[in-house]
Each structure stands twice: as structure tokens, then as C-alpha cells.
């Protein structure tokens, strides 16, 4: 789903739970609205759900960009367009969800050069354990994880009737997250066009 109405810096919100019930929808629906409010952003969100990646089926190395099956192009083209992402995600059994870093893993020139905000949602912890996970393999492709992030501990406090409604907490930790995300687009946008 794109939103073409703003201009500027193209985001990629990655819902990152595939599992039914799942709580990362609300979380990534607010994600997207907020950025689409902040003003700086054409925002397409890439729902894993709905991609539906299967398993890594490439029988050539991500690096050569020689893919074979449709869906992999399908996702090379999403991922390829943007500047800038924001991937939300829980934490399952302190990692990421195993459809992230598949999702992550069929691609590898496509990511380069590109901030990633995170917003990682849970319990007590918010996550944090699968943030610093995400942080380490996204510096592989040659990204920048930033400083600025969300962390939602106890995040089924914020839910109600499938909407997620932040708290002010909240509110300004994405302000600060997203205005950081268009100065390093930015900034990597030169590193972006070789």
C-alpha cells in the first residue's frame, strides 16, 4: 500500500509478525499514519503477511541480483525504492521473527546505504533484545541503524478494539526518530545514487 500524496523521502514501514492476532499490524498502521502526518514522507508499508516470502528459494547469491522467481522481483522492486524504512517488529524469544531475517536475507544491494528506524514492541523489555539483533545484521548491508527508536514495553496496554493509540512518551520518540530519518536519507542519498 503507497501513499503518494506527500513528497519527499520514499519509507518502507516492514510489519514484521506474520502470526495471526497479530499485534504488529496496529503497531505498523500508526507507524505509517504518523509518518504520513509528519509531512516528509511518501510511505509504502511492506506487510511480511501479506508478502508472504517463502523460505530462501534463490539458487543464486543476493549480492548478483540475479533472480528467477517472481515473488523475489516483486520484493526487489519494494525494497529498491526506498530511502529510508522503519521496521516493527516484536521480539520472539529474544531475536528477531524468523520471517524478518528471511525477508532481510533474499536481498542484499537493495538495502545499502539506507537509514532504518526501529520500533520493536513486547513486554517488559519492549523488544530490546530483538532491536540490538536487527541492528547487527542491517549494518551487514551496509545500513544505518539509528539511535533514535520506539520501544513499546506492555504495548497490548496501548491496544483497543485492533488500534494502537500511543501515549505522548511515544509521540515524541517517533518526532525525533523521523526527523532523523530524512536527515540521514539524506546524507546517504550520494552514496545511494552510485
Known amino acids: 500500500m503507497t501513499d503518494t500524496t506527500n513528497a519527499g523521502i520514499n519509507l518502507g514501514v516492514i510489519i514484521a509478525s506474520t502470526r495471526p492476532g497479530r499485534v504488529g499490524l496496529p503497531v505498523g498502521t500508526w507507524v505509517a499514519e504518523a509518518a504520513r502526518q509528519h509531512g516528509g514522507f511518501t510511505v509504502e508499508v511492506l506487510d511480511l503477511a501479506e508478502i508472504n516470502l517463502p523460505f530462501m528459494d534463490e539458487a543464486n547469491h543476493p549480492r548478483l541480483r540475479q533472480y528467477e522467481h517472481a515473488h523475489t522481483i516483486a520484493w526487489s522492486e519494494q525494497v529498491d525504492r526506498q530511502d529510508a524504512f522503519v ?10 521473527t524468523a520471517p524478518l531475517k528471511n525477508a532481510i536475507d533474499f536481498l542484499f544491494q537493495e538495502w ?3 537509514p532504518v528506524g526501529l520500533v520493536s514492541y513486547g513486554g517488559i523489555s519492549g523488544g530490546l533484545r530483538a532491536a540490538q539483533q536487527v541492528k547487527q545484521v542491517v549494518t551487514t548491508l551496509k545500513m544505518m541503524p539509528l539511535p533514535e527508536a520506539i520501544t513499546l514495553p506492555f504495548v497490548f496496554s496501548g491496544i483497543a478494539d485492533g488500534v494502537y ?6 509521540e515524541r520518540q517517533a518526532e525525533a526518530m523521523f526527523a532523523e530519518l530524512i536527515r540521514w536519507a539524506e546524507a546517504l542519498k550520494p552514496l545511494r545514487a552510485k
Open 165 to 170: 493509540t500511543p501515549n505522548e512518551s511515544v
Open 87 to 96: 521496521i516493527v517488529h516484536p521480539e520472539y524469544n529474544f531475536a528477531m
Open 112 to 114: 545499502q546505504y539506507k
